[in-house]
């Protein structure tokens, strides 16, 4: 067997701020998401400078820089690689291993990285990592120049099973947790050496799954000088067959040194350093290790990541300005809304891994919501068959609440409803920030810009598909009116149809929402409603209404408007003097849910929001951009 290294976690003269790089294969949307307990886990225990390699697929790299722009991390950097042109090299491969094409790409890492990545740990992304990483990074220390992986044992038989077996020494190692020495790989012809063996052993019909893993083994056996042993508490496997108790009677006598870990450890994890979930069940296995261990990765999944804005910070980070100077009586008054104003929310797309419909003449609902909104919004999709792209503004505890109830109550069939998380801070809903989330994340030709709480009229959906799909809509707003019931009653009794919409208001028993005194909603209303196709019209409507604009054309909001006091008539007119034209859409209206009546929320009627709000808003008037659209508007 190999040299075991021994790993003392013991902080090393003057390394406070030397860099660490690791590499992490991310394909999909989900995984994205999936991976943050990962990336938690990291930063809560590391203090030094990191710098992530991901390699990514299409769809990763759709959510991943949003991600971490957002995140605004002190002393980590990160760089995305495209896998795409990399297939190649591995697609030959026979595999059947769950991880498909995205473990074998792995093996691409010494190609992929810069060659000034001399050194890279890699990392699955089904871990949690409960110490600190620092000391992996000693593993090569003094060691022969032909050294070049550094791998724990696998605590399962997989490699001593059948007649036929697969190359491996002993039980073999788990490349889920490697440290590899890029520059001694390079030296060595990394890529040569893989595929010359890989080619051999299939030639002698020797068959397993076909992963990396498989390859390095197999190498370790024909080169037994590249790989040295890490203890196994720096990769405890938590698979079907693994036996992570052996695990512990292996390592005894190993020092590993105290653990940092703070989160109510007892014996067993003040061992552990990283906790593998390397089954396809992961974290739903049934295992009294996996339910122990999954219980931290829950810790970690809610944890605040804003926090993580507080890391120890290195020479050529950008300080947070804590000066007090000039500051004014009026300047503290209104710091919570210039901060809000201020504030980078951190935000994940895509987090429950659907994608919108990309057609040109399609229609994405775009929408936005707090928590307690969603199951009004689960209900929102009974109505509406298209393509859904919604921002739910939450804390990381309250996402993780969320993903599992989409999953338990979520219709599976429906593919084309793209969540994503704006993650909660300060006191103020950004509400102009979560539209713009929701609109960029949209991959259809328009758009329709709703709130959650009006269920929309009998086939919404298709009947403003069939307008755009037949009309020219270069410059072109659709107007859908909004309207409002004068008495209580049940959802099933609102109208659906326009038929059934005049009768209510024939009746009094609807009412256009918003300013019902206004001269010409009259006369708006009269054309919408005695119109087959759509009317232009030459003024925004002064009630209550939503739009469909197309998507990349159309300007976007205003992020420096914060909370719910700013009227979205701002923002139509906005498109007016961007050269739009409003036409009302026959048909198409939308009716507010009786049983989410308006309540004011804290800044609208806070007179310390309104007064600041004010303040902002007259600096806002100095921006020639929006001069006009400011001019007698109050919020």
Same mark, same amino acid.
């Given at each position: 067997?190999? *040299?075991k290294?021994?790993l003392?976690?013991?902080?090393?003269?003057?390394?406070r701020?030397?860099e660490?790089h690791?590499v992490?294969?991310v394909?999909g949307? +989900?995984?994205?998401y999936?991976?943050?307990?990962?990336?938690?886990?990291?930063l809560?225990?590391?203090?030094?400078p990191?710098?992530?390699?991901?390699?990514?697929?299409?769809e990763?790299? #759709?959510?991943? *820089?949003?991600?971490f722009?957002?995140?605004?991390?002190? @002393?980590?950097?990160?760089?995305?690689y495209d896998?795409?042109?990399?297939?190649?090299?591995?697609?030959?491969?026979?595999?059947?291993?769950?991880?498909?094409?995205?473990?074998?790409?792995?093996? +691409?890492?010494?190609?992929?990285?810069?060659?000034?990545?001399?050194?890279?740990?890699?990392?699955?992304?089904?871990?949690?990592?409960?110490?600190?990483?620092a000391?992996m990074f000693?593993?090569f220390?003094?060691?022969?120049?032909?050294?070049?992986l550094a791998?724990?044992?696998?605590?399962?038989?997989?490699?001593?099973?059948?007649?036929n077996k697969?190359?491996?020494r002993?039980?073999?190692?788990?490349?889920?947790?490697?440290?590899l020495?890029?520059?001694?790989?390079?030296?060595? !012809?990394?890529?040569?050496?893989?595929?010359r063996?890989?080619?051999?052993?299939?030639?002698?019909?020797?068959?397993?799954?076909?992963?990396? #893993?498989?390859?390095?083994?197999?190498?370790?056996?024909?080169?037994?000088e590249?790989?040295i042993q890490?203890?196994?508490?720096?990769?405890?496997?938590l698979?079907n067959?693994s036996?992570?108790?052996?695990?512990?009677?292996?390592?005894?006598?190993?020092?590993?040194?105290?653990?940092?870990?703070?989160?109510?450890c007892?014996?067993?994890?003040?061992?552990?350093?990283?906790?593998?979930?390397? @089954?396809?069940?992961k974290?739903?296995l049934?295992?009294?290790?996996?339910?122990?261990?999954?219980?931290?990765?829950?810790? %970690?999944?809610?944890?605040?990541?804003?926090?993580?804005?507080?890391?120890?910070?290195c020479?050529?980070?950008s300080?947070?300005?804590?000066?007090?100077?000039?500051?004014?009586?009026?300047?503290?008054?209104?710091?919570?809304?210039?901060?809000?104003?201020?504030?980078?929310y951190r935000t994940?797309?895509?987090?429950?891994?659907?994608?919108?419909?990309?057609?040109s003449?399609?229609?994405?609902?775009? +929408?936005?919501?707090?928590?307690?909104?969603?199951?009004?919004?689960?209900?929102?999709?009974?109505?509406?068959?298209?393509?859904?792209?919604?921002?739910?503004?939450?804390?990381?505890?309250?996402?993780?609440?969320?993903?599992k109830?989409? #999953?338990?109550?979520f219709? #599976?069939?429906?593919?084309?409803?793209?969540l994503?998380?704006?993650?909660?801070?300060?006191? %103020?809903?950004?509400?102009?920030?979560?539209?713009n989330?929701?609109?960029n994340?949209?991959?259809?030709?328009f758009?329709?810009?709703?709130?959650?709480?009006?269920?929309?009229?009998?086939?919404?959906?298709?009947?403003?598909?069939?307008?755009?799909?037949?009309s020219?809509?270069? !410059?072109?707003?659709?107007?859908?009116?909004a309207?409002?019931?004068t008495?209580?009653?049940?959802?099933?009794?609102?109208p659906?149809?326009r038929?059934?919409?005049?009768?209510?208001? !024939?009746?009094?028993?609807?009412?256009?929402?918003?300013?019902?005194?206004?001269?010409?909603n009259?006369?708006?209303?009269?054309?919408?409603?005695?119109?087959d196709?759509?009317?232009?019209?030459?003024?925004? *409507?002064?009630?209550?209404s939503?739009?469909?604009?197309?998507?990349?054309?159309v300007?976007?909001?205003?992020e420096?408007?914060?909370?719910?006091?700013?009227?979205?008539?701002?923002?139509?007119? +906005?498109?007016r003097d961007?050269?739009?034209?409003?036409?009302?859409?026959?048909?198409?209206?939308?009716?507010?849910d009786?049983?989410?009546?308006?309540?004011?929320?804290?800044?609208?009627? @806070? !007179?310390? %929001?309104?007064?600041?709000?004010?303040?902002?808003q007259?600096?806002?008037?100095?921006?020639?951009?929006f001069?006009?659209d400011?001019?007698?508007?109050?919020?």
């Amino acid at each position: 067997m190999p *040299p075991k290294v021994q790993l003392i976690l013991a902080e090393q003269e003057d390394s406070r701020c030397t860099e660490h790089h690791i590499v992490i294969v991310v394909g999909g949307h +989900t995984t994205c998401y999936d991976a943050l307990p990962l990336f938690k886990s990291i930063l809560y225990h590391h203090r030094g400078p990191l710098v992530f390699h991901i390699i990514t697929d299409a769809e990763s790299r #759709q959510v991943l *820089p949003a991600m971490f722009d957002t995140w605004k991390l002190p @002393s980590v950097r990160y760089a995305l690689y495209d896998m795409d042109p990399y297939r190649s090299r591995v697609d030959w491969v026979p595999n059947k291993h769950y991880s498909a094409i995205y473990g074998l790409i792995r093996l +691409t890492i010494p190609d992929m990285l810069p060659v000034d990545v001399k050194e890279v740990l890699f990392l699955d992304t089904d871990l949690i990592v409960l110490d600190d990483i620092a000391p992996m990074f000693i593993a090569f220390k003094g060691s022969n120049e032909s050294v070049m992986l550094a791998m724990a044992e696998n605590i399962s038989p997989g490699y001593t099973w059948g007649r036929n077996k697969w190359p491996a020494r002993g039980r073999g190692f788990n490349a889920g947790v490697s440290l590899l020495h890029l520059e001694r790989m390079r030296r060595a !012809n990394w890529t040569e050496m893989w595929t010359r063996e890989a080619k051999g052993l299939f030639r002698k019909r020797i068959v397993h799954k076909g992963n990396d #893993q498989d390859i390095i083994n197999a190498l370790t056996v024909s080169h037994p000088e590249i790989a040295i042993q890490l203890p196994c508490a720096y990769n405890y496997q938590l698979g079907n067959t693994s036996t992570p108790l052996g695990c512990e009677k292996r390592e005894r006598g190993v020092k590993l040194g105290n653990t940092s870990t703070p989160l109510g450890c007892e014996k067993r994890e003040r061992v552990v350093k990283i906790a593998h979930f390397n @089954s396809p069940e992961k974290m739903r296995l049934k295992s009294k290790y996996v339910v122990h261990f999954a219980r931290f990765h829950d810790i %970690y999944k809610a944890m605040d990541g804003y926090s993580f804005r507080q890391r120890e910070r290195c020479e050529g980070d950008s300080e947070p300005s804590t000066s007090l100077t000039d500051l004014t009586e009026e300047d503290y008054e209104c710091d919570d809304l210039a901060t809000a104003i201020k504030t980078v929310y951190r935000t994940q797309l895509y987090f429950n891994g659907f994608t919108p419909s990309s057609e040109s003449n399609d229609n994405t609902l775009v +929408t936005h919501l707090s928590v307690d909104r969603l199951d009004r919004f689960l209900k929102l999709l009974d109505y509406w068959e298209g393509a859904v792209s919604a921002a739910i503004y939450c804390t990381d505890a309250e996402l993780a609440q969320i993903d599992k109830k989409i #999953q338990s109550g979520f219709d #599976q069939n429906r593919t084309n409803v793209a969540l994503h998380a704006v993650f909660k801070t300060g006191n %103020y809903y950004p509400t102009n920030y979560l539209r713009n989330v929701a609109l960029n994340a949209s991959r259809t030709g328009f758009v329709y810009l709703a709130d959650v709480d009006y269920i929309p009229s009998e086939e919404l959906y298709e009947n403003l598909r069939t307008v755009v799909g037949s009309s020219n809509m270069t !410059n072109k707003v659709l107007f859908v009116p909004a309207f409002e019931m004068t008495t209580s009653c049940d959802e099933n009794m609102i109208p659906r149809t326009r038929e059934e919409l005049l009768k209510e208001w !024939n009746e009094g028993k609807i009412q256009l929402f918003g300013n019902n005194s206004a001269p010409d909603n009259q006369t708006i209303f009269d054309n919408w409603r005695d119109s087959d196709a759509p009317r232009e019209i030459d003024r925004i *409507p002064e009630f209550k209404s939503f739009v469909v604009v197309p998507t990349q054309s159309v300007p976007r909001y205003e992020e420096r408007l914060i909370g719910s006091g700013w009227s979205v008539d701002l923002y139509y007119s +906005t498109l007016r003097d961007a050269g739009f034209r409003f036409e009302m859409t026959p048909g198409a209206f939308t009716v507010r849910d009786p049983k989410y009546s308006h309540t004011m929320t804290d800044d609208e009627v @806070s !007179n310390l %929001y309104i007064k600041c709000s004010r303040i902002f808003q007259e600096e806002l008037k100095t921006d020639p951009k929006f001069e006009k659209d400011y001019n007698g508007m109050a919020v």
